[in-house]
């Protein structure tokens, strides 16, 4: 039996869900059709239904001020690393000697909830010149194409610390 402040979290992750999944098929389909969102919100609704957990990157996400302005620096800094990561490797592949020194890492996160090691992951991933290759529990192996450090302490600075630092003001 769950109690009132569950039951209270369960429907208002069900109900981001279902908002989250019905503004995604509102924006893919470009239309207010009747016909297109009675088709939205039948759609939204079955998959609210069939995955109770969620699937929103909004559930363990903690809907505080503090919490929705290091969204924002975590967006900003996320661009900004890519942008430089870009850079990074486009010197690297356009350079004649092609200065690589791939290898993989072995970093530690603070972060407690899965959405925020789901996001730490994918944030490394999306960065050029990086690939998370797994993540188990506080440690998350990193395959870079130029290692700079193999010590844990100063390879978690460089790779994670940023991504870090607002994540976990967003998820713990």
């Known amino acids: 039996m769950q109690t009132k402040s569950e039951l209270k979290k ?9 908002v989250t999944l019905l503004l995604f098929w509102l924006m893919l389909n470009g239309t207010m059709a009747i016909d297109s969102l009675i088709i939205g919100i039948l759609v939204s609704f079955s998959i609210t239904l069939l995955f109770c957990s969620g699937l929103s990157f909004f559930t363990e996400f903690r809907a505080t001020p503090q919490a929705l302005i290091a969204g924002l620096f975590y967006y900003a800094y996320f ?9 990074k490797l486009a010197v690297i592949v356009l350079s004649p000697s092609l200065p690589i020194k791939p290898g993989i890492v072995k970093v530690r996160t603070k972060l407690k909830s899965k959405m925020g090691r789901l ?13 998370t290759v ?10 870079c194409v130029t290692v700079n450090s193999t010590e844990i302490e100063e390879a978690t600075a460089q790779i994670v610390a940023g991504f870090e630092s607002y994540l976990e003001v967003m998820y713990g």
């Open 10 to 18: 369960n429907i208002r992750d069900r109900a981001v869900l279902f």
């Open 79 to 87: 661009f900004k690393e890519l942008v430089k990561s870009n850079f």
């Open 119 to 131: 996001m730490l992951a994918n944030s490394i991933t999306l960065t050029p010149g990086t690939l």
């Open 134 to 143: 797994e993540l188990e529990g506080e440690w998350i192996y990193v395959h």
